[in-house]
């Protein structure tokens, strides 16, 4: 194969874990005098670490305590409804080639969540956060960083993402970019904005991901 590595993006594509930080970003917002609706949290910030500060941006006050806040909401959440998306384990099995997780959550959220369903050892220590870069996605930085820390050339990786900035981000790092659907927070129309971001092949299941990648680069 003519790559040496495939970077997972976490959240919608390793656990399904969108809607359930959606619900908490909506409860936290809402102690904070702010209301905004499940499809326009999902629109403009998934894939993305930079929610508060557009937020506080857009409403021209600061929101302290937001990102602690959020997490003593989001961990209930995930501790009573947390999966990893179906065929993860599978997937992980058969791949020819090494592996990495490329987050835009901070590293104690990817420890927590990825422990809850079994796939934190699968990949420790090789999980990434844009905590550790200067531009999380839509900018390249932590994709580049995950490759140079893994040892492997940009060009020999591939990136599976479920946003739109996560894709642009894997083009901007000239890494090619599987998109994927198959996250419960996915809506139709969904693969068509992966395509239109850079995204190169889209599947909904995980499990067409090592097909796909034999077919796409024999």
Not at 90 to 102: F, I, M, P, Q
Not at 125 to 144: C, N, Q, T, Y
């Amino acid at each position: 194969m003519r790559f040496d590595l495939v970077i997972f993006d976490c959240d919608g594509v390793l656990i399904d874990s969108e809607l359930l930080s959606v619900q908490a970003d909506i409860e936290c917002l809402a102690e904070y005098g702010i209301d905004l609706a499940a499809e326009e949290i999902l629109d403009r910030y998934t894939g993305t670490s930079g929610m508060v500060a557009d937020l506080e941006a857009r409403y021209g006050r600061a929101l302290p305590g937001f990102d602690e806040r959020h997490r003593q909401l989001v961990r209930p959440l995930f501790e009573a409804g947390l999966q990893a998306i179906g065929g993860v384990a599978a997937v992980l099995d058969g791949l020819a080639c090494r592996s990495c997780v490329a987050s835009s959550s901070s590293p104690q959220r990817l420890q927590h969540a990825l422990s809850l369903v079994g796939l934190f050892q699968r990949f420790h220590p090789h999980i990434f956060s844009a905590d550790e870069v200067a531009h999380g996605k839509p900018a390249p930085d932590l994709f580049l960083h995950a490759a140079d820390r893994m040892g492997v050339a940009p060009q020999r990786c591939v990136v599976v993402e479920d946003s739109v900035p996560g894709v642009a981000a894997a083009v901007a790092a000239g890494m090619p970019a599987i998109g994927f659907t198959g996250g419960s927070h996915c809506r139709p129309g969904h693969a068509a904005r992966l395509a239109a971001a850079g995204a190169e092949l889209v599947i909904d299941r995980m499990g067409e991901l090592v097909p796909a990648l034999a077919r796409r680069w024999p």
